[in-house]
């Protein structure tokens, strides 16, 4: 008796698993399998688009940067200091006549170091200017702003 019943659950369970193959879908997780497959995929899809995207706003980042050192250059109107260079000349250019950065040639000196003072405090928003102007002291502000005040003076020497 326990031998039928054993031979009727094994045909059963034989039977069920026939007809589930023939229905397809059976293996790799059956209808729920290909739509984590598709989620998968999508999710897949959506990364690399997000890091081909990231990719390419690195890559324009670095061509304006790229732009910007080649506008900078190394040879201006007149000669100015290597802490104006390194600092201010990729934005405003090699003598003060902006690039990306406002016009500073024409400016006097007390203007320009109100201006520095404020960025470095921060009551006038600019993180790269902030950036900057941390690890300067007042002394050091005082000295490019008087610089850049003489700008104007320099270029008129020149013509």
Not at 15 to 34: D, K, P, S
Not at 54 to 59: H, Q, V
Not at 64 to 78: E, I, S
Request: net charge positive; proline share 1%; charged share 30%.
């Amino acid at each position: 008796m326990k031998n039928i019943i054993v031979g009727i659950l094994t045909a059963g369970i034989i039977a069920l698993m026939v007809m589930t193959a023939m229905r397809g879908h059976a293996w790799q997780g059956g209808e729920a399998g290909h739509i984590i497959e598709n989620i998968g995929n999508k999710t897949n899809a959506s990364a690399n688009n997000e890091q081909a995207k990231a990719e390419d706003d690195r890559k324009i980042e670095q061509d304006k940067l790229k732009a910007l050192r080649d506008k900078a250059g190394n040879v201006g109107k007149f000669k100015v200091s290597d802490d104006f260079k390194q600092k201010c000349a990729s934005c405003h250019g090699m003598n003060g006549e902006g690039i990306i950065g406002p016009k500073l040639i024409g400016q006097s000196s007390d203007v320009i170091y109100k201006k520095l003072m404020d960025y470095k405090s921060g009551r006038k928003e600019n993180l790269v200017m902030k950036g900057l102007l941390l690890s300067l002291d007042k002394d050091k502000l005082k000295e490019l702003s008087i610089e850049i005040g003489e700008f104007e003076q320099r270029a008129k020497a020149l013509k």
